[in-house]
T-cell receptor
Framework: TQLLEQSPQFLSIQEGENLTVYCNSSSVFSSLQWYRQEPGEGPVLLVTVVTGGEVKKLKRLTFQFGDARKDSSLHITAAQPGDTGLYLCAGDRGSTLGRLYFGRGTQLTVWP | NAGVTQTPKFQVLKTGQSMTLQCAQDMNHEYMSWYRQDPGMGLRLIHYSVGAGITDQGEVPNGYNVSRSTTEDFPLRLLSAAPSQTSVYFC?????????????FGPGTRLTVL
């Protein structure tokens, strides 16, 4: 059973479009992170959200942590081909030192 | 800092062979972990360690062993390779609880078991 459910699994859009990726759970998390992974490389941290209702912006990327700390979303405005990659959400339940629970990922392709 | 390094980058094994995937970090991180990544499955935790001499199982530990004799190194051993272990393996490290669980990943080892 996957603790974090990500949707959609695949997303293929044209440059300039907006998109949202969702990360949902029935469990509460101490914090939630978003990573991006490019082919042949390891995931790289984009952002960490720790407070319920928190919103963080990273250029054209907006991350939100749900009020109940059970879900998160990633919104990209005016997507560019450079945004192409695998986006992974990961949650920390605070019970085991440093352990993260990963979603299955969203493969985003942005066409020029 | 080199960050997290993994060797080898690619490996092909025959069924039944054993091997060790190497992982090292130079950031003095307490927490280290091994994941496998298969298409559509995200990252699944194999084993993790919260410090030298301390290891524990993740969600898919069968067929793998680990040890943590130093803070820097966390090797993953495949005891008797099986085709089901064909995957991409990532090692990660983090500061642990005191500075948040943000994990730094190595570049991965792509393993094929024939």
């Amino acid at each position: 059973t996957q603790l974090l459910e990500q949707s959609p699994q695949f997303l293929s859009i044209q440059e300039g479009e907006n998109l949202t990726v969702y990360c949902n759970s029935s469990s509460v998390f101490s914090s939630l992170q978003w990573y991006r992974q490019e082919p042949g490389e390891g995931p790289v941290l984009l952002v960490t959200v720790v407070t319920g209702g928190e919103v963080k912006k990273l250029k054209r990327l907006t991350f939100q942590f749900g009020d109940a700390r059970k879900d998160s979303s990633l919104h990209i405005t005016a997507a560019q081909p450079g945004d192409t990659g695998l986006y992974l959400c990961a949650g920390d339940r605070g019970s085991t030192l440093g352990r993260l629970y990963f979603g299955r990922g969203t493969q985003l392709t942005v066409w020029p | 800092n080199a960050g997290v390094t993994q060797t080898p980058k690619f490996q092909v094994l025959k069924t039944g062979q054993s091997m060790t995937l190497q992982c090292a970090q130079d950031m003095n991180h307490e927490y280290m972990s091994w994941y496998r990544q298969d298409p559509g499955m995200g990252l699944r935790l194999i084993h993790y360690s919260v410090g030298a001499g301390i290891t524990d199982q993740g969600e898919v530990p069968n067929g793998y062993n680990v040890s943590r004799s130093t803070t820097e190194d966390f090797p993953l051993r495949l005891l008797s390779a099986a085709p089901s272990q064909t995957s991409v393996y990532f090692c990660a490290s983090s500061y642990g609880f005191t500075s948040g669980p943000e994990q730094f990943f190595g570049p991965g080892t792509r393993l094929t078991v024939l």
